[in-house]
């Protein structure tokens, strides 16, 4: 079965500071990546998506990078802001369903 | 533009009964997927709907089908419910499925008792 995990359950910053967030994937024919941030109560909100013909994207003080060689999916949000904190996962698929990470909990530290 | 509504947003049922959940997506969007998140296992997908047609489905029994109406509305049902459908179950609207933005719903909270 497909196997999309997260490094590291939890994550605590300082505001102001950047953080990385990490992600596993395991079938290496998947072509589509996207990040999801998700706050308590609400629905996962779209953050950032790459392709697999791509090895960065940048949105608004996010960045996505892939390393296919490694299977290995990470998101950078820069200058962390008090609402940044939430639940963070990645989502992978071939094309015809998603596959999740369990998610990353970050806390951005005032 | 209004975003994707679910409805209801808790519902509570006992082992056994069956329930019917609704999505209504996006304006304009006709694909609708569904997906059950529990702490345990995260977020999976459940199937997607375009044109009221499923062309996709991920590995989940039977007892979970849904339908798509024509004006994309979407609703999936459970059938026989069990201790472990208990869930928030979400569905997301997009333009086209899955290389597309995903907007998704607040979710319904689903518990069995």
């Known amino acids: 079965g497909e196997s999309v995990g997260l490094h590291l359950p939890t994550l605590s910053v300082q505001e102001g500071d950047n953080s990385i967030i990490n992600c596993a994937y395991s079938n290496s024919a998947s072509d589509y990546f996207i990040w999801y941030k998700q706050e308590s109560g609400k629905g996962p909100q779209f953050i950032i998506d790459i392709r697999s013909n791509m090895d960065k994207r940048q949105g608004q003080r996010v960045t996505v990078l892939l390393n296919k060689t490694v299977k290995h999916l990470s998101l950078q949000i820069a200058a962390t802001q008090p609402g940044d904190s939430a639940v963070y996962f990645c989502a992978e698929t071939t094309g015809n369903q998603f596959y999740f990470g369990t998610g990353t909990s970050l806390t951005v530290i005032p | 533009k209004a975003g994707v509504t679910q409805t209801p947003r808790y519902l509570i049922k006992t082992r056994g009964q069956q329930v019917t959940l609704s999505c209504s997506p996006i304006?304009?969007?006709?694909?609708v997927s569904w997906y059950q998140q529990t702490p345990g296992q995260g977020l999976q997908f459940l199937f997607e709907y375009f044109s009221e047609t499923q062309r996709n489905k991920g590995n989940f029994p039977g007892r979970f089908s849904g339908r798509q109406f024509s004006n994309s509305r979407s609703e999936m049902n459970v059938s026989t419910l069990e201790l472990g459908d208990s869930a928030l179950y979400l569905c997301a609207s997009s333009l086209e499925f899955p290389y597309n933005e995903q907007f998704f719903g607040p979710g319904t909270r689903l518990t069995v008792l």
């Open positions: 304006s304009g969007h006709r694909s």
